[in-house]
């Protein structure tokens, strides 16, 4: 069964940085945009950052929220997805997930909270 493994949320405070990673348990994130959602209390869920299918060094497109902060990353070898998340702000606090980009996503992950507070 494929699974979703987000990890490496935790509190900063306001300017800090923190790394996210999703660990996958299949290949697909070689065959699939793969995106990093976040969703905040009340609040839908929303896509944050994505990434292209193929190779490593795929193009990437980010929300206006986080354009120039944060940037995702993947390792198919290591059936990996990053979102490194730099000038983190109050209202980056959220529970963070990754997911291929899609009508059809995989089952969600438990997913990491990111909390950013001083």
């Known amino acids: 069964q494929v699974q979703l493994v987000e990890s490496g949320g935790g509190l900063v405070q306001p300017g800090g940085s923190l790394r996210l990673s999703c660990a996958a348990s299949g290949s697909f994130i070689f065959f699939n945009d793969m995106g990093w959602y976040r969703q905040a209390p009340g609040k839908q869920r929303e896509l944050v950052a994505r990434?292209?299918?193929?190779?490593?060094?795929?193009?990437?497109d980010y929300a206006e929220s986080v354009k120039g902060r944060f940037t995702i990353s993947k390792d198919n070898g290591k059936k990996a997805v990053y979102l490194q998340m730099n000038s983190l702000k109050p209202e980056d606090t959220a529970v963070y997930y990754c997911?291929?980009?899609?009508?059809?996503?995989?089952?969600w992950g438990q997913g990491t909270q990111v909390t950013v507070s001083s």
């Open positions: 990434i292209s299918s193929g190779s490593s060094g795929g193009s990437t």
């Open positions: 997911n291929k980009v899609s009508a059809t996503p995989l089952r």
